[in-house]
């Protein structure tokens, strides 16, 4: 069964009202329709995902773009990720045990067998080893790139942005001038970004992850036109590889513009 099959056929809870809806309902008045499958709401990729969502919404108008978002959890975890990132509660369905994943085929991450222990010590022991690089390609030269900073990508904190929420003293987002000046992504930024991300998810961790037996799953992105056909998809190998381009991650939604959609393979 192809992706917008399955995809038209999904009921889920939805977090705005807790009502199990349609994945798809209200989708047909846009001219293209994306979709996101995202691991637990407490991971780092669909934070850094709704991120950048917000960052370019004013570019995403109803009209051309309905976008659907699905993650692992509840529908506390989904009003505390809204909440957190500014992502509409009515967009976001919740999955609590990555039954729409599996059927996508999504990669379900690093699965060592380990007798003796249970699934929830299995799963972290499994993630630990994804964050250190095996079975999960491209993880750690992700980390670097958050440090060492990336011309090819835009600066990402304003400088008159105040930064909070990371165990350093609050600060303004001109200091990164120092380490490198402006109009790209500057050492230590996307880093800064992450490390407040981590710091929110832990001082709520039992409301984002209410089971962590689903901690290696990861997601996938998928568009479409109003047809169903399937124009671009990129299924993640790994954690913090949730985009083809991680320097410009929305990058592949410019093709909207001109409507010159063929066929985009999942690189």
């Not at 989904?78 to 509409?88: A, Q």
């Not at 972290?124 to 790139?145: D, I, Y």
């Not at 008159?160 to 500057?186: H, M, N, V």
């Not at 479409?224 to 998809?233: A, I, N, S």
Request: aromatic share 12%.
């Amino acid at each position: 069964m192809n992706p917008y099959a399955i995809l038209n056929q999904t009921e889920l809870q939805r977090v705005s009202d807790g009502i199990i809806r349609p994945l798809l309902e209200n989708c047909e008045t846009a001219s293209h329709i994306l979709i996101l499958v995202w691991p637990q709401l407490g991971d780092f990729d669909s934070l850094e995902y709704a991120w950048w969502l917000q960052r370019e919404a004013k570019k995403l108008p109803d009209e051309k773009l309905a976008i659907r978002a699905v993650g692992i959890g509840d529908r506390a975890s989904g009003t505390k990720f809204c909440e957190y990132t500014g992502f509409p509660p009515e967009n976001l369905f919740v999955e609590p045990n990555a039954e729409l994943h599996h059927q996508l085929k999504l990669y379900s991450g690093l699965n060592l067998p380990v007798p003796g222990i249970s699934p929830t010590q299995k799963a972290w022991l499994n993630l630990l080893f994804m964050c250190a690089g095996f079975g999960s390609p491209g993880t750690l030269r992700e980390v670097f790139r958050g440090y060492r900073g990336d011309r090819q990508a835009p600066q990402l904190i304003e400088d008159d942005e105040i930064i909070q929420g990371t165990p350093l003293p609050a600060f303004q987002g001109s200091f990164f001038q120092l380490a490198g000046g402006i109009g790209f992504q500057r050492p230590f930024e996307l880093a800064t970004l992450r490390l407040r991300n981590m710091v929110e998810v832990l001082s709520n961790w039992h409301t984002y992850v209410p089971n962590p037996a689903y901690l290696t799953q990861r997601g996938g992105t998928f568009l479409f036109d109003t047809q169903g056909q399937l124009l671009y998809e990129h299924r993640d190998p790994g954690i913090l590889g949730f985009a083809a381009n991680m320097s410009q991650p929305l990058s592949f939604l410019s093709l909207i513009e001109t409507d010159s959609f063929t066929s985009i393979p999942n690189s």
